[in-house]
């Protein structure tokens, strides 16, 4: 397990030789061409095209909040990897299954019938709507058995991935613990919602239970390093604050806009880095199961130590026994507080798995990209993956909504679960 008294930047030098040590994988298999029986090509890569379609039925139609979409975007993702991979000759550990293939099937075909059966499962009120959009996806192709049996391979891979998730404890019945000690959550203004408990309840995709990976105890009320949280938050997270400058104003909304840029970067890495269908579908898989699992994880802490937000610490601070914090019952948050408990961070649990693995799938930190944001208004461009890390822990406590400490431990949190996945998923076979 990682050591915990690292920060974010400081885990990024062990990365590369870590990844070294787990074979020789980042510049032969990850970056570097597919082997040559896995030669998916095409004008259109059918992968970025059906994930940018999940996104339509999953943020614009569904309306998944963060730690429902994380699960639907993991069951597509897996799905069309375990068909591309089938077709390649299984170069890679397939997640669930490799049906049966003669190499010679559509890729697009099987892309869309992937996508399209889980999609359809998951939302059954979209199936003529998904429906509309898979039939015009299979008129581009030409007719005949490579089509027929692209169109088995992807059905037989979305069926494996649909039964697994039966019963996996999304969407359960579980309830956050409420308290009214100093520490302890509660529901928090302007909306007082509880929702998602179930999230660390449910089956992990990788891990083999939600509370493998656990986070020290947060700082104790009186101490020096909660004192440094909750000033720091009271002054630069506060929907007044005369401190917080514009650029980490926009950063906070950009960060907290639920539309999630990552999705936009997770395709713009695949275009701008050249990676060809299955090389797309290994990438999509590994992030969106490792970023789902880091949200079980996170979550299941989050249950685990039932943690104040700032907005009640703040507002409460005289009641936390620390003579070096003020309380102002008037304290409000820059962003809507998320409807349960602070520690630690689900944000910085997703961006530490999703930017740790970009980096030892490319094998370099150091490539630039960028992500629009309609809360903000704003295109944020990095210039590295440890770069954007560092802003979405500035970023959330900017916005109000979390302590420095949930954000750094999410951070490393994220980063154990991503160095899980990759030593026992996803691994080239030959």
Not at 63 to 68: K, W
Not at 106 to 123: I, M, N, T
Not at 154 to 168: K, L, N
Not at 254 to 277: F, G, M, V, Y
């Amino acid at each position: 397990m990682t050591s915990r008294n690292q920060t974010p930047r400081a885990i990024w030098s062990r990365i590369i030789p870590a990844t070294i040590a787990l074979g020789s994988l980042v510049a032969t298999t990850m970056t570097g061409p597919a082997p040559a029986a896995a030669a998916i090509t095409g004008p259109a890569n059918p992968v970025v095209t059906w994930d940018l379609n999940a996104q339509t039925a999953i943020w614009d139609i569904a309306a998944q909040q963060p730690n429902e979409q994380v699960r639907s975007f993991a069951m597509v993702s897996g799905a069309v990897y375990d068909a591309l991979n089938a077709i390649a000759g299984t170069p890679y550990q397939p997640y669930l299954v490799a049906p049966p293939s003669r190499g010679t099937e559509s890729a697009d075909a099987a892309v869309a019938a992937a996508a399209h059966d889980v999609l359809a499962a998951l939302f059954p009120a979209q199936q003529e709507r998904l429906r509309t959009q898979y039939d015009a996806a299979l008129a581009a192709i030409p007719d005949g058995r490579s089509k027929q049996d692209g169109v088995q391979v992807g059905a037989r891979a979305a069926a494996a991935m649909v039964t697994a998730r039966q019963d996996d404890g999304a969407f359960g019945d579980q309830q956050w613990r409420n308290g009214t000690a100093p520490g302890q959550w509660r529901p928090t203004p302007p909306l007082f919602l509880s929702q998602g408990a179930w999230t660390g309840h449910m089956r992990p995709f990788l891990m083999p239970r939600a509370s493998m990976i656990r986070t020290p105890e947060p700082p104790r009320l009186t101490s020096k390093a909660y004192t440094r949280d909750l000033n720091e938050v009271k002054e630069l997270g506060s929907a007044t604050s005369t401190v917080r400058t514009q650029d980490q104003t926009e950063a906070a909304k950009w960060w907290h806009d639920r539309r999630s840029a990552s999705w936009e970067i997770k395709r713009q890495l695949a275009t701008t880095q050249r990676l060809d269908a299955l090389q797309t579908a290994r990438f999509f898989a590994m992030t969106d199961l490792i970023v789902a699992d880091s949200g079980v994880a996170c979550f299941s802490q989050k249950d685990f130590w039932s943690y104040w937000r700032p907005v009640t610490a703040i507002q409460l601070a005289d009641t936390d026994g620390n003579p070096r914090t003020a309380a102002d019952p008037g304290w409000q948050s820059l962003l809507v507080t998320p409807p349960f408990p602070e520690y630690p961070s689900g944000h910085a649990c997703g961006t530490g798995a999703r930017m740790s693995l970009y980096r030892y799938f490319f094998g370099r930190d150091d490539i630039a990209f960028s992500g629009s944001s309609a809360d903000s208004g704003t295109t944020r461009q990095f210039s590295s993956f440890s770069q954007a890390l560092d802003e979405l822990i500035g970023a959330r406590v900017w916005g109000g909504v979390h302590f420095r400490t949930a954000d750094v431990e999410g951070a490393k949190l994220g980063e154990e679960v991503y160095r899980y996945a990759v030593r026992h998923y996803f691994r080239p076979l030959r």
